[in-house]
């Protein structure tokens, strides 16, 4: 069953900058589709057009069977509900605890009073638990969020996106600034969900190494526009060069 | 919209960028020549060289000067080698340029230091006569030896200072709360309307601060009567107008990322502002609030001279009176409490960070 369609997407900022030139591909339920491209290339934008923190500024996307290119107010946050996302920088609230953190995830389905009163039902309490388990720190609930590793803040990050309960979840470099072994640790998770809960995980990228071992298909993006749709194992040298450019070199990551 | 399209845009933006700049600078221009025609004819020359003590004025002749000045400012900014053309970074990079700029900025930096000399009567004769000199001595000695028997009095106008201080610091701090929410840049840019908002509030505030609370105070004590109240609502809408200034500055540089990611969750906007904003600012709010009631004592007591009740209405009065020993205590309490105030606001501010 298609989850998205994104068809003849074009994103223009307002500094004039030409993001994203006419995207088009679909992408399965169940798909772990991993996204990769130069810096600049718009992957970041790509992602940010698919969730709506960014609005297409032409093409249209579907979610779910639904046109929700320009959908606003209380239909954009229902639509935000049904995407998880995790960034590069983990982006947590660094003086709160890591179960508030995780608890952020819920706030869509909190009444406002509610939750400016930070009055957190035992039964949502319950399910941010279950979601650190998920991902191996329950035992660091209680502590304040910033006083983890860039590893363990990225987990927090996952279990805030789980308790979305999310469709799809989209990641955006989430190991771009972890060291090798916690790149590997933490995209294990992103496989656990997307086999466990059978959630469609994008994920933008950089190393090949990560890609072949993760992705069940990729697209790679080159000055806003897509130039390959494929297996990961079918990207040769050649492919390579046409991606990064004929100066890159294939560094390992294991 | 196509790529080359985007670029045109771009080039028309540089181009009306540019001319706009060059606007700017000749009008600049225009005023400088404007300011040294009117500080070396009124002050210099009207005031000390031909000492006169009233001097005219006539819209006529003033607009004269402007005109001359807008035709000089001009001319001189075509060239491309005036003063303003350096400033904006758009004058031609030649001797000529660099030495008219150096001479005319030199010339325009002595004539206003020389006009201020003039027009502040700076006078070594009178610092030093007899006359003055014996009168300062008697008020110095009065003052280093205050009249106890007024301790009491004073005792409790400087606490109702302390709290008209405190009380305007306390309720300034809800509504500067959401009035800095409200004139943060980076809240307010989702659509037309809100920035309209955000633009009203910036304006508002802009405007209260611009009024000393001395002038506040003045016109409260007109409207509501003279006494603590209008002394306290003159510190209150001061204060609400400078810490929104300070926190929304606060919050224009808070991180974007958490902002992002709340958002992305599906919150709403107060949810966003709670979880991913207020925790990013409430320690430089804290700091600002608390550094701001230990201003706020320091004014009341000013507030105080014109009819703010406290410590202030107390001196002016033993002042008028010329009771110098009277003021003499007065003035030592109000030091004590300042360095007191000033001690503690620092301390809880340093064991905040
Ligand atoms: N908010 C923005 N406003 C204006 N231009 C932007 C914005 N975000 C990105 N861009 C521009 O859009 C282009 C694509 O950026 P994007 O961040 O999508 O690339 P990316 O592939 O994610 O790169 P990286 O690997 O560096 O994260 C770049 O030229 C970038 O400068
Ligand atoms: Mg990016």
């Not at chain 2, 003021?327 to 620092?346: F, K, Q």
Request: proline share 2%.
């Amino acid at each position: 069953m298609t989850l998205l369609r994104v068809n003849q997407v074009h994103k223009i900022y307002p500094s004039g900058t030409h993001a994203l030139k006419g995207v088009s591909f679909e992408v399965e339920k169940g798909e772990f589709l991993v996204i990769i491209g130069l810096s600049g290339s718009g992957k970041s934008t790509l992602l940010r057009c698919i969730n709506r923190l960014h609005e297409p500024t032409s093409g249209n996307i579907q979610f779910n069977g639904r046109d929700i290119t320009h959908v606003k107010g209380k239909e954009l946050r229902q639509l935000k509900r049904q995407i998880g996302m995790v960034f590069q920088q983990f982006n947590l609230i660094k003086r709160r605890s890591v179960l508030v953190n995780v608890l952020t995830g819920a706030l869509g389905r909190m009444g406002t009073f509610q939750s400016l009163t930070e009055n957190f039902p035992q039964k949502l309490v319950d399910e941010a638990m279950e979601a650190l388990k998920t991902v191996g720190i329950e035992e660091k609930a209680h502590i304040r969020a910033d006083a983890l590793s860039g590893g363990q803040q990225q987990r927090v990050a996952i279990a805030r996106s789980l308790m979305q309960h999310p469709d799809l979840l989209l990641a955006d470099e989430p190991v771009a600034s972890l060291d090798p072994a916690t790149s590997n640790s933490v995209m294990q998770y992103f496989e656990k969900i997307n086999k466990k809960f059978g959630t469609t995980v994008i994920c933008n990228l950089h190393f090949l190494s990560l890609v072949r071992k993760y992705a069940t298909r990729v697209i790679a993006l080159k000055a806003g526009e897509i130039i390959y749709e494929g297996l990961p194992e079918d990207i040769d040298d050649d492919w390579f060069k046409t991606i990064y450019g004929e100066e890159a070199e294939e560094v390992e990551i294991r | 919209m196509t790529l080359s399209d985007a670029q045109g845009v771009m080039e028309k933006k540089r181009m009306k960028d540019r001319t706009k700049a060059k606007v700017k600078a000749a009008l600049l221009d225009s005023f400088f020549v404007f300011y040294s025609i009117l500080v070396v004819d009124r002050v210099i020359w009207d005031r000390f060289i031909l000492q006169l003590r009233e001097t005219h004025f006539s819209w006529a002749e003033t607009g004269l000067f402007a005109l001359i000045s807008l035709f000089v400012g001009v001319v001189w900014s075509l060239t491309g080698t005036s003063l303003s053309d350096r400033l904006f970074g758009l004058a031609k990079p030649t001797k000529t340029a660099k030495l008219t700029f150096e001479i005319f900025g030199w010339f325009l930096f002595n004539i206003t230091f020389i006009a201020g000399w003039i027009i502040t009567k700076i006078s070594i004769v009178d610092l030093f006569s007899d006359e003055g000199v014996a009168a300062a001595q008697r008020i110095f000695a009065a003052l280093f030896s205050p009249r106890m028997a007024i301790f009491d009095e004073a005792l409790f106008a400087i606490i109702e200072t302390i709290y008209i201080a405190l009380v305007a610091t306390l309720i300034s701090i809800p509504i500067t709360l959401v009035v800095s929410f409200l004139s943060a840049r980076n809240l307010m840019n989702d659509n037309k309307f809100t920035l309209l908002i955000y633009a009203f509030f910036r304006l508002i505030s802009n405007f209260v601060r611009s009024i000393e609370p001395l002038i506040w105070a003045i016109i409260f004590s007109v409207w509501i009567g003279i006494g603590p109240y209008a002394g306290m609502l003159a510190l209150l809408i001061h204060t609400i107008a400078s810490n929104a200034k300070l926190y929304s500055e606060a919050i224009e540089s808070i991180e974007e990322g958490p902002i992002e990611a709340i958002s992305a969750t599906g919150a709403n906007k107060l949810q966003v502002i709670w979880y991913a904003v207020i925790p990013q600012i409430i320690l430089p709010f804290l700091s600002f609030t608390i550094y701001r009631w230990d201003i706020n004592v320091r004014m009341a007591t000013i507030i105080g001279l014109v009819g703010g009740g406290g410590i202030g209405t107390m001196l002016i009065q033993y002042q008028g009176l010329a009771q110098w020993h009277e003021v003499g205590l007065i003035v030592i309490m109000i030091a004590l409490v300042v360095w007191i105030m000033d001690y503690i606001s620092t301390k809880i501010r340093q064991a905040i960070y």
